[in-house]
């Protein structure tokens, strides 16, 4: 049976680094695999309007756009990988364009949950991509991927990050990982015990928190080893299927909060609405 490797494609530059790096990817597969691409920055994918309405009834979003398209591709793919270019010093903003309507997820749990998934995160510049690994990482925590491995790859020009052998060896590496799992041995740089997340907030007291999973923990040397412990929190977003399935109840009963104190809240709210003068475009359908 034929299995479907999705490529989310974060760059609008064709036959650039992203969808290089996603095609010399899936060359390192073994046979049975098919590969579909999706360019993002090309689609039609429009702001969350915040209606909750995918939240509730029929659980869609009223939105007519590509939203629908990526999120069934994503439901269909048996696999994905997601790559996107570094924009100053993030990713390209078409992840969080996806992402923003991540509320709809919630509708399709099932079918999103566990798919293994890596991600690369390409820079022009060395040391210069930022937090794009951390986004990338995101974008395949918050799909409700099992995130198998990221990297962060540089070169700027089309194509030059094959130009030395680094590149072909991360895409080597990260299709292993999709098909065997994560690698066993120890992580190079310190990681979220819980998330396997590498980016952190520190603060006084040795107390830190994980940036990817949000989970609060403490951090000490042990020789010459930063050392990293993080603790399970009430609001986990992805860390197992019944937090996943949690959060969804907690978001559906924002709506009878939302009721119960809907004068408090109207009497905070109607002060504000007549400060300050909106400045809008007025001939906004002329652009290109
Ligand atoms: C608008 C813009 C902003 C960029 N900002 C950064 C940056 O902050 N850091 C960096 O290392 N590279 C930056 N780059 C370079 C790209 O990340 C690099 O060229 C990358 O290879 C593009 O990937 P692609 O070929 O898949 O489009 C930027 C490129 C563009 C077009």
Redesign the pocket.
Known sequence: MTRTLLGL?????KS??????IKELFGHLPSGWQLKLIRLPELDIRPCLACYQCLFGEMKCPRDDDFQLVLQSLMEADAYVV?A??????P?ACLKRFLDRGLSFYAHVDRLWGKPAVGVA?????E???YTKLCVDSFIKLTLGDLRGSEVI?????G??FLGEGGREAASRLARALTEGREPTAPSVPVCPLCGGDTFRFMEDGKLRCLLCSSPGRYGWREDRLGIQTDPMEHSFFLTYEEVVGHAHWLRSIKEQFLARRQELKAVTQGYGAVGTWVKPEKAQERS
Do not use: D, H, K, Q
């Not at 540089?154 to 089309?158: E, H, I, Q, T, V």
């Open positions: 494609v974060g760059s609008p530059r650039g680094n992203s969808e290089l790096f790559a270019p570094t924009y100053f010093l993030g390209n390409i820079a022009g510049i060395p210069m991509e930022g540089y070169g700027a020009l089309p030059e990050i």
